[in-house]
Every structure is written in structure tokens, then in C-alpha cells.
């Protein structure tokens, strides 16, 4: 609607990173600032007070997506369940105690956002192959872009496999963030940090070695977009599509077979709704 405009337009003039929680309905009835195409939407899932991943499970709490026109939200999520926090009494979250249980996509958005605040400082410290500046971590800021594309190339996806799993893509997004994979992969992350301007039908290439014996490859396309209309049934004013070649000759488009399973299916064709595109390898 309107504020899911009024957000699109905000991030893309000021170029700063917002979150939004996507909020605890169940199923896709969010808050309309979730849907904003700029935004970093943030779902939730239970991690029941332990450590393992094992027993993780959305069990019908955080609200989901698509969007109504098919875009893959939310973008992240993190833990919905048993968080503690501080809770400065007799003003606090809940009286008679200063640390209490949180729950909900609001307290999963301000862990994101934490991860989120320390990839801005790695940034600034020249951790992604950048060179750092002589200023602090806002003036040696990535473009929010850039900084969303690290969040999520760096984060670590719930195991699942089908649209019906419990923790599908539209329930957990691309996964929970993991500032250790950040720091681990940051020598062999290749960053365009909106550098490149393309015309009507431009494309721009790279290159890039895999070494051997990588557990992974991805590669992760991240635009900011104008404002769209509300009355569209696509909310995507531009077009930026993700390609990635094999050595082999295998095409794999940006989000192919991803909605459905950890990995990128070959083929497919250019996604021309989302504006965050990714193709993850094994």
C-alpha cells in the first residue's frame, strides 16, 4: 500500500538500511512496511532455548510471505523465542524483573539488526577486500545495497526441502544471519559496491574462481528500486536479473528452484520480480 511506497521511496533517496519486523500473524497478514522491496524484512523461528538447529521449527507463529506479487519475503529471520533482553524496570518490557523472556518478529529484528551494525563496522575496517577509509563507520559506510547483500550472502539457511516444509523459503527467507560465515568467507567475497551504471538493456560480467574443494559458491544480486505503484499487480519499477555460467556451460538464473530447496536449479530465466536474486551452489 502507501507505506510500503512511502518505505521504498524513503530508502532509496537516503540510501541507509531499515528493518522491519514482518510481524505474528501466521500467514502472509503483515505489517505493510514488510513488503517494501528496500526494506530488510525480518521473519521469525523457534529455536527453543538451545543452541541446535535440529529442532527449529516456524510452527505457524511469524507472519510469512510472498508478497502479493510473488516476491520472496521475508529477506532474513532469527530467533522467535525465549530471547532475553534488557528491561530497564519500572518503565521496562515487563515489570518486576530488569531481564525477561522477548518473543515475536520483534525481538528477532533487533538481532538482525546487531549483525547487521557489525557487517557496517567490518566494512569500515576493510574486512571485505574494501579499502578503508580515514573516517568512521558511517562515513566508510557501504551503500545499504551492499550492506543487505552481505547479510544475506553470509547467512546460514535452516535445512528444508519443499514449498510445504515448515521451514520453506517463505517462512525463513534466506535464512539467519551468521557473522562467523561473514568473517570466515570475507577474503574470498568478491563485492561490486554499486560501482557499475547500466543503460536499457546493459549487462556487466565477471569472472571468478572457485577454489577447490569450496563447500559453497553463491552469488547474490541486491538493487535498489523506485518506489512502485500500489495498484500494480508488480511492484518492480526496474529490471536487474542475475545470471551465473559453470565452467561446464549450466546457466542457473537468479531465485531458479530456490523457493522450493537449498540450491539453485539449472536453467530457468530471468526473475523479473524480485528484487533480491540469488544463486546458491553446492
Partial sequence: ?????????????????????????GWQDSRPQ???????????????NNASDVDDNWNGGASIGPAADGRIKPDISAYYDSVWTSDNDPGGYSGGDDYTGFNGT????????????????????????NTPGAGDVFDERPHNTTAKALLLNSSKQWSFSGSGHDLTRTHQGWGKPDLQRAYDNSDQTFVIDEEIVLGDLGSASWDVTVPAGAPEFRATLIYSDLAGTTSSNLHRINDLSLRVTAPGGSVYWGNNGLLSAMTSSSGGSSNTKDTVEQVILA
Fill in 1 to 25: 500500500n502507501s507505506t510500503s511506497q512511502e518505505v521504498d521511496d524513503i530508502i532509496f533517496l537516503n540510501d541507509f538500511s531499515v528493518l522491519q519486523s514482518q510481524s505474528n500473524s
Fill in 34 to 48: 514488510a513488503w517494501a522491496k528496500n526494506i530488510i524484512s525480518v521473519g521469525g523461528i523457534r529455536h527453543y
Fill in 106 to 129: 520483534s525481538a528477532a529484528t533487533p538481532i538482525v539488526a546487531g549483525h547487521l551494525g557489525l557487517i557496517y563496522q567490518m566494512w569500515a575496517s576493510g574486512e571485505f577486500g
